[in-house]
């Protein structure tokens, strides 16, 4: 369908529905879905594989008072989907606890410790969040205890699968649940929907004490923001209602760390790049059962000691990862493999809870598939990372006889190996890139919603933009792309940022270039600019700015 029959069954003006058209929205009725579509449209969870094992067996749970161990992962996602089940399981009455692993102990995954701590303490049933889905050996542990185990995780599934109690996972195959790109908290609230359903249907709800579980949804959007996924279909859904219950602020827990990292509107740039971050710090260099303890923290006093102390960790974990990111750089430049199609290092200088998002800079930095490995004592601990077109969970399974365990997706990844194998690792890891992409792969693009004039920018074309929201992965902000323009009054501002107006046909614009200041003596002549339309507000006053994403010489 072309944008400009989509503009006028929708209402919207014609830059608005390419913008949507470039997103896959190809009809009036997925645009109406995707503008106006609430919790109403929720696929049935019970189309998930093997959820409706999971739910009989919790019922027997709630319903006899059995422990279950909630078993979560280190991350946000991990955390979050661990407090969203935790909190929402006592809700119903259940006799809940929960274990999170120690990064630099227990290592990624279902913990053996947790197996026998729920066999030791009573706890009959062991439900995971955002792992487990690769745990042969611990499932394998847990049938030897008598633990029925419960899975629920968004990672690659293995083949085969671990023996367990069940098994519910959207990309497992056979799988009828629509969409399949959820985040380890998404696939935990429908295991909530689905467990509330059947309590309902059997009469366990009585005299209006049924939970609503869209109090929960805080937690959801904040996991899956964090976990970058994509920001459409179910996901988008989830986390607009979400976003809105963060901005709300009902727990003591978010609140306190709002305060701490000095946010006032929640967006899905502060839960990624300041909330998360604060929150992750928690499972790279301490436990993160921290950041559960403050999402289900009821006071506010302690929930602000437990952000201040989160916030402190992330001051360490910047510092420790500048300096990873640091030696990894120098090393890079040293030997100097331009050639290389992936980038592998390992270091035992290295702490490994910060090798993955130093992974992630240096993808931004030389558009390659990463991999850092912490070595000690002889093992390593890597994290990956990756660029389009290369799947790194299958690039794993062909390296596999090189490892001794692997788990993830398509652009992250983690791994274990023997320090001796690293090298035979690498060279393979190589290879696959090679069968993969090809040159041009290797060229870092900016994907973006077309050409505009600026005559076409106004105050309503930046509200109707907004209805797109919220942006994430899967769902960019909307940037745009006009040529030769002529640039004026350019200034340095803050510590690294660019002022200036552009001007168009008669049309002008003031512009702010965030980080760009060193750049300032390619602004000469006509350029043509990548921008992000936005309104801002001084004094009362509203008025459009474009925040500039990228820039070049007209017609370079």
């Known amino acids: 369908m072309e944008f400009l029959p989509l503009a006028q069954s929708l209402g919207l003006t014609p830059l608005t529905a390419r913008t949507l058209l470039l997103r896959g929205i190809d009809s009036p009725e997925s645009g109406k879905e995707f503008l106006e579509g609430g919790l109403s449209r929720l696929p049935d ?3 998930l594989k093997d959820m409706d094992r999971a739910v009989d067996r919790l019922i027997r749970a709630v319903e006899s008072g059995e422990g279950i161990l909630v078993h979560g992962d280190y991350d946000v996602d991990g955390i979050t989907g661990t407090a969203l089940l935790v909190e929402t399981l006592r809700a119903f009455g259940a ?3 929960y274990f999170l692993p120690l990064r630099l102990k227990d290592g990624y995954g279902l913990a053996g410790s947790a197996m026998e701590r729920a066999s030791s303490q009573g706890f009959p049933v062991v439900l995971s969040v955002d792992c487990g889905v690769s745990a042969h050996v611990e499932a394998r542990q847990a049938a030897s205890l008598g633990l029925d185990l419960i899975i629920t995780d968004h990672h690659q599934p293995p083949d085969p699968l671990p023996d367990a109690c069940a098994i519910v996972n959207p990309l497992r195959p056979g799988c009828l649940f629509p969409f399949k790109k959820l985040a380890g908290v998404g696939v935990a609230f429908f295991l909530l929907v689905a467990l509330r359903k059947a309590l ?7 005299e209006g004490n049924e939970p609503d579980l869209r109090f929960g949804l805080d937690l959801v959007a904040l996991g899956t923001i964090a976990d970058v996924v994509p920001l459409a279909g179910v996901n988008r859904l989830l986390c607009r209602a979400g976003l809105a219950l963060l901005d709300r602020g009902r727990r003591p827990g978010i609140d306190a760390l709002k305060e701490a990292a000095g946010i006032k509107e929640v967006t899905c740039g502060a839960v990624a790049f300041r909330m998360a971050p604060r929150l992750n710090a928690a499972g ?3 436990d993160a059962a921290l950041g559960v303890e403050l999402l289900l923290e009821g006071s506010r006093e302690r929930a602000m000691e437990t952000a201040r102390l989160l916030d402190g960790f992330n001051k360490e974990r910047q510092r420790i990862e500048a300096e990873v990111l640091r030696q990894a750089v120098n090393r890079l430049e040293e030997e100097g493999n331009e050639d290389q ?3 592998v290092l390992a270091d035992d200088r290295w702490h490994p809870g910060v090798i993955g998002i130093v992974a992630s800079r240096l993808v931004e930095r030389y558009h390659r598939p990463v991999v850092l490995i912490a070595t000690e004592n002889g093992r390593g601990k890597g994290s990956a990372r990756s660029i389009r077109g290369f799947h790194l969970f299958k690039a794993l ?12 997706h398509e652009y992250a ?10 090298g035979l690792f690498a060279r393979n890891f190589e290879q696959s890139a090679h069968r993969t992409l090809e040159e041009k792969d290797l060229l870092p693009s900016v994907l973006h919603d077309g050409e505009v004039l600026l005559s076409e920018i106004n105050e309503d074309l930046v509200k109707e933009l907004a209805l797109l929201s919220p942006f994430g992965a899967g769902n960019p902000e909307p940037a745009f792309v006009a040529q030769g323009l002529r640039l004026q009054q350019i200034r340095p501002v803050g510590e690294n940022h660019l002022r200036f107006i552009a001007r168009q046909d008669g049309y002008t614009f003031p512009c702010i270039a965030f980080g760009m200041a060193e750049r300032r003596a390619e602004l000469e002549g006509e350029n043509d600019l990548l921008f992000t339309p936005f309104l801002n507000e ?3 006053r509203i008025s459009v700015e474009l925040r500039i994403r990228d820039f070049r010489a007209a017609g370079a």
Request: glycine share 14%.
């Open 284 to 286: 790279r260099l301490e």
């Open 397 to 408: 399974q062909e390296c596999q006889e090189y490892l001794l365990g692997f788990g993830g």
């Open 200 to 206: 309902r249907e059997r009469g366990f709800f009585k």
């Open 538 to 540: 001084w004094k009362g």
């Open 413 to 422: 990844a983690g791994m274990t190996l023997d320090s001796d194998k690293i």
């Open 341 to 343: 199609r992936t980038i």
């Open 45 to 47: 969870p019970f189309l």
């Open 95 to 97: 006799h809940v606890e």
